[in-house]
């Protein structure tokens, strides 16, 4: 069974361009999660979506969004990158609500100049 | 709000040794889980073992096991004849009952010596 999968691995953008992340969950799976690991804040909970809808959103500024397709994946969208927006931002997926376990994809490195 | 604490940033221990990771945590929910993540240098986060608040007995995963003490708010883990393949950045996470948003502690890297 195939895991969680990101793409792409690596992303370089410039300032104040938009970035486009995007996960594919576990089969079965209709609970998709965002978080940002970044150097010197840890991971912190960015996005959570479920059957098409956003379910709860981390500390993060509106810049930061996405969207759950019909076939359950996700795309997360940064605009106006931010230096400080250089991470790695992992995916994982879960069974749905109340399903506790969540498994995680590779991550996509974003790197902004 | 939950906190996650893990207070070693770094740890080792030597080829078939059996070393201890500590977490502890601050929550006013009763109904919760709590999880150990493993970080190898590939990046991608591997579940290691997981424990839910109401059971009492302690989870167990192969060479993994926990000791839980939810009144002290503690979650060990207890690594068994540690193997190379076991080093990694090892974090402990919380997750509240229909919360569904994991907080994580700052993780401790271990080191395996050969």
């Known amino acids: 069974e195939a895991g969680v999968t990101q793409s792409p691995t690596h992303l370089i953008k410039t300032r104040g361009q938009q970035a486009t992340l995007r996960c594919s969950p576990i089969s079965g799976h209709t609970s998709v999660y965002w978080y940002q690991q970044a150097l010197g804040l840890g991971l912190q909970f960015l996005l959570w979506?479920?059957?098409?809808?956003?379910?709860n959103r981390g500390n993060f500024p509106p810049r930061f969004s996405g969207r759950q397709f019909p076939n359950y994946s996700s795309e997360l969208n940064v605009n106006a990158l931010e230096l400080e927006d250089s991470a790695l931002y992992l995916c994982a997926s879960s069974l749905g609500l109340f399903q506790e376990t969540q498994y995680f994809g590779p991550g996509t490195r974003l790197l902004v100049l | 709000a939950q906190t996650v604490t893990q207070s070693q940033p770094e740890m080792s221990v030597q080829e078939a040794e059996t070393v201890t990771l500590s977490c502890t945590y601050d929550?006013?929910?009763?109904?919760?889980?709590l999880f150990w993540y493993k970080q190898p240098p590939s990046r991608q986060m591997i579940l290691v073992i997981r424990?839910?608040?109401?059971?009492?007995q302690n989870a167990t995963e192969n060479r993994f096991s926990v000791n839980f003490q939810k009144a002290a708010k503690s979650f060990s883990l207890k690594i068994s004849d540690s193997q190379l393949g076991d080093a990694a950045m090892y974090f402990c996470a919380f997750l509240a009952f229909g919360n569904e948003k994991l907080t994580f502690g700052t993780g401790t890297r271990l080191t395996i010596i050969p």
């Open positions: 424990q839910e608040a109401y059971k009492q």
């Open positions: 979506y479920d059957e098409g809808e956003e379910r």
């Open positions: 929550t006013s929910e009763s109904d919760y889980y």
